[in-house]
């Protein structure tokens, strides 16, 4: 078996092997949706290796790159995302093997760890390979509609997503983000936090290919001093107005904020929403939050900095909703 590291001129065979092996049931597969993700991440070029037998492409394995911050430090994590291995060539262990390989990659880089948001079933596999829970991303969801709720869970009613937003290009685009995002990171100091400048915002949120993202934004004497990202989608329990991401320049805003959430709720038709557990301030303002053990199981692994004990149960780690969605 051959493995070496993947280029640019692979991706079709990438992507034929991840629809073979995985479908596209969860997400779409394809060159476009690869690039966006591996290749033009500002946070770097993912680390891609792959395992060929006799020139059959029998496995991938890839890692997102991605930055986070607190207090001045810069912390080098990547995220362990696609992988697929060959129908043909499944319970060889080479999941495994690339995984390892992958791992004394990131060693060799210095990068300092690995975070994933693995399900039941890929779970036991890298707890076996040393990842460690972080725990469940916390979770609040405020009802709004509970009768709109309990119709569309009995099937008496169908969700019907109202995207009424003409904004949701122009705040990433705001002369003053890049400053709105530097006074955040001060607020957040004792907090680590996403990396985030300009170019990954637009990145994570205006050109993903395969979601449709929304901003709202509070500017006072022509400054931006709030960014609220979210989406809209429809579930079996009614419209979720889920927020991904939420920066201010100072906290005196929150009360903006939970205006701002009620505000858009009102505007989409939401039966409820979703935010961070970890922003247990939006409580308040006829907005009642309880943080619930429903969100993303989190595991990490050691490089070469103690993330295991560091982010247990999210002390001094706050990601966001939009940090930890599956993309």
């Keep these: ?172 685009q705001h002369p003053n983000l890049e400053e709105l995002l530097k006074q955040n990171a001060v607020r957040c100091k004792d907090q680590i936090i996403t990396s985030h400048t300009v170019k990954s915002l637009q990145w994570r949120y205006q050109n993903v290919p395969v979601a449709k993202y929304f901003t709202s934004g509070l500017q006072t004497a022509g400054k931006l001093r709030v960014l609220l990202v979210y989406r809209l989608k429809s579930s079996s329990a009614g419209n979720e107005l889920r927020v991904t991401d939420i920066f201010m320049d100072t906290d005196k805003y929150k009360t903006e904020v939970r205006a701002m959430v009620k505000d858009l709720v009102k505007q989409h038709a939401a039966d409820y929403a979703t935010v961070s557990g970890l922003n247990s301030w939006l409580n308040g303002a006829g907005l009642y939050l309880r943080k619930l053990p429903v969100g993303p199981v989190v595991t990490v692994r050691n490089i070469t900095f103690d993330a295991a004990n560091t982010l247990h149960n999210f002390n001094g780690w706050s990601p966001s909703v939009g940090d930890l969605e599956l993309f």
């Excluded at 060959?86 to 990659?105: A, C």
């Design 1 to 172: 078996m051959e493995i070496r590291t993947a280029t640019e001129h692979d991706v079709p065979l990438i992507v034929e092997l991840l629809k073979k092996s995985l479908g596209e049931e969860l997400m779409p597969k394809s060159r476009e949706y690869w690039q966006w993700k591996h290749i033009d991440n500002p946070f770097g070029k993912s680390p891609v290796i792959l395992a060929f037998e006799n020139d059959i492409l029998v496995g991938v394995r890839a890692f997102m790159r991605w930055q986070w911050k607190s207090s001045g430090q810069v912390f080098e994590s990547v995220r362990a995302v696609d992988t697929a291995t060959h129908p043909d060539y499944q319970g060889r262990g080479i999941f495994k093997k690339l995984t390892l390989e992958l791992l004394n990659y990131c060693a060799n880089e210095g990068w300092h760890f690995v975070f994933n948001t693995p399900n039941s079933n890929s779970k036991p596999g890298y707890l076996k390979m040393g990842w460690k829970e972080a725990g469940k991303l916390p979770i609040s969801i405020p009802i709004l509609h509970p009768v709109s709720v309990a119709l569309n869970m009995s099937r008496l009613k169908q969700s019907v997503v109202k995207t009424n937003d003409t904004n949701q290009e122009s705040f990433l």
